[in-house]
């Protein structure tokens, strides 16, 4: 009887042994493989939001465009500071392609951090304008401003973020996936505002 129980015993350990392996070996080749997708994920998701800022900024700038003309003295600010807030943005965009080949971590740049902080403060300079000075006077008027961060320390986060999701999935790239993201990143740069104006 008590050998009965001891061989039930070792079977039912056995049993659980195996099912613990097959669990934890199961949990290893899952963890192995959700480092992709969630990768590309990632990046994906930063790109989205440079592609946002890009996209959002010229829109403002296509309104100021629009219906910013009647006032001369507005109109050649919101074209300044639109111009101010893409040279930024294109030196933050040329200095994180410039991280990217020479390994650098853009967490670690000081250069990339500079950049990031004045394209940050550049662009809600300029979307604010937009926003108070050109579409807040005419009653009544919202067309279609698209949503954006409204303040540079929660910009300053996001593009960070953006960023270093992009070194990562970079830097765990091989050399086909290296160059499309380089191209990728390469289109983010903003338009001129005098071709957002053509009619």
């Known amino acids: ?32 493989e959700s480092p992709t997708p ?3 994920a990632a990046l994906a998701k930063a790109i989205g939001v440079l592609t946002h800022e890009k996209s959002a900024a010229e829109q403002y700038a ?3 465009a629009t219906v910013g003309k009647s006032d001369v003295a507005l109109y050649l600010r919101g074209i300044q500071l639109y111009a101010d807030a893409k040279a930024e943005f294109d030196a933050m965009i040329a200095e994180l392609k410039f ?3 020479t390994g650098q971590d853009p967490a670690r740049s000081a250069v990339f951090t500079g950049a990031l902080q004045g394209a940050a403060q550049r662009r809600i300079a300029f979307t604010s304008f937009v926003s108070h000075e050109i579409i807040e006077p005419i009653k009544g008027a919202r067309p279609g401003l698209p949503d954006v961060i409204g303040t540079v320390p929660e910009l ?3 593009i960070t973020e953006s ?9 765990d790239a091989g050399k086909e996936r290296r160059d499309a993201i ?6 983010l740069q903003w ?3 005098a071709d957002l104006a053509k009619p």
């Open 1 to 32: 009887m008590a050998s009965c129980v001891r061989r039930r015993d070792f079977i039912f350990l056995a049993t659980g042994a195996a099912t613990l392996l097959i669990a934890s070996l199961t949990a290893a080749d899952s963890s192995v």
């Open 38 to 40: 969630s990768g590309e």
């Open 62 to 64: 296509v309104i100021l």
């Open 99 to 101: 991280d990217l080949t």
């Open 156 to 158: 300053i986060k996001a």
């Open 163 to 171: 960023g270093l999701s992009i070194w990562k999935a970079f830097h």
């Open 182 to 187: 380089l191209s990728q990143v390469s289109q």
């Open 191 to 193: 338009q001129s505002f």
